[in-house]
């Protein structure tokens, strides 16, 4: 562990580096994953410039009036595309609402694609053209990254190479633009993100405009995590801890608000939501049953897992 909080690993060794560099990645993020949970990740290959623009873009967003930005939150999607207001999600054992907005991109195919049924349509932002742009870039650059973090994993699981690029591929993973305002008044007990774990199998975060994530170590105690400014910060999602028996740790985290006197201050970060196609098949690895890790988890598929869960979140009814 460092100060930053999460242990840090160097995705070039792994995408550049002779096998050797890359055994030593492999060995790193496994143990990450199954120790904390969360790593930080250096030469990731995400540019500046495009995580630079789509913050621009998502700010310019937020900021638009209150009636313009409900124009385009979609009744019937669970907030999986368009804009979600204020006040509609909370962690699912809370009863208390985040104190966050939020946009959503998802997964685009052909017309023609065997999955296009289970895509709608990305939500066209008319006042702000590049959003949707920025954000189709962003969002493939993200699958690309995540896939090679993936892969070292399957090699670290001992599962084949191809193993879940096969499963992402136009998978049902989500870009997130999350807005937590300036704080007004007291909150009533909640904080900006009440403490959860994730759903889909990884999370990819850039930078957030302020501080606030905190992960729960081991020792029950929260830790801040730092990442340098040119780090991203990758966390296992459930469906990675469940497919793996718990092996691989799903870690609880949480936003908290800052200090009274930067209340005034807003928050906004980009986490990438990296889900498979909703058929693949989640039960535990035969390889991560054992005798002293008996099986955790009944069978499900990504998808029945997914709508169970945006229904403990607020989001579907």
């Not at 493939?140 to 990254?145: A, I």
């Not at 990819?204 to 340098?228: C, D, F, M, R, Y």
């Not at 469906?239 to 009274?260: A, D, G, I």
Request: glycine share 6%; with cysteine; net charge negative.
């Amino acid at each position: 562990m460092t100060a930053k909080g999460i242990p840090t690993v160097d995705l070039s060794q792994f995408t550049l580096g002779d096998a050797n560099q890359r055994e030593i990645f492999v060995r790193q993020l496994g143990a990450a994953f199954h120790e904390v949970g969360f790593v930080a990740v250096a030469n990731h290959g995400i540019p500046k410039s495009l995580v630079d623009g789509f913050y621009t873009a998502s700010k310019a967003f937020f900021a638009l009036p209150e009636a313009v930005k409900r124009q385009y939150e979609v009744v019937g999607l669970a907030g999986q595309r368009g804009y979600t207001s204020f006040g509609k999600e909370h962690a699912k054992q809370s009863k208390v609402a985040d104190l966050k907005e939020f946009f959503q991109i998802g997964q685009e195919v052909a017309s023609d694609h065997p999955l296009k049924a289970q895509y709608p349509d990305n939500v066209q932002v008319a006042e702000l053209a590049e959003m949707s742009k920025l954000g189709k870039e962003l969002y493939q650059t993200f699958e690309k990254t995540g896939g090679q973090l993936l892969e070292a994993i399957a090699i670290h699981l001992d599962l084949p190479t191809d193993y879940f690029q096969k499963q992402i591929t136009a998978g049902n993973s989500i870009l997130r633009s999350i807005h937590y305002p300036p704080i007004l008044e007291e909150p009533a007990s909640a904080i900006r993100a009440e403490q959860h774990e994730d759903i889909n199998l990884i999370t990819l975060l850039v930078g957030a405009s302020a501080g606030g994530l905190q992960v729960l170590n081991t020792e029950e105690h929260w830790v801040n995590v730092l990442p340098e400014i040119d780090e991203i910060v990758i966390n296992v999602g459930d469906m990675l801890q469940r497919l793996t028996n718990n092996y691989l740790k799903s870690t609880t985290h949480r936003v908290v608000n800052p200090p009274r006197e930067e209340w005034h201050l807003p928050r906004l970060s980009i986490p990438f939501f990296l889900h498979p196609v909703s058929n693949m098949d989640l039960t535990c690895l035969k390889s991560c049953v054992t005798a002293g890790n008996p099986l955790q988890y009944e069978p499900i598929t990504a998808g029945e897992y997914l709508d169970e869960r945006l229904r403990e979140i607020g989001l579907k009814k």
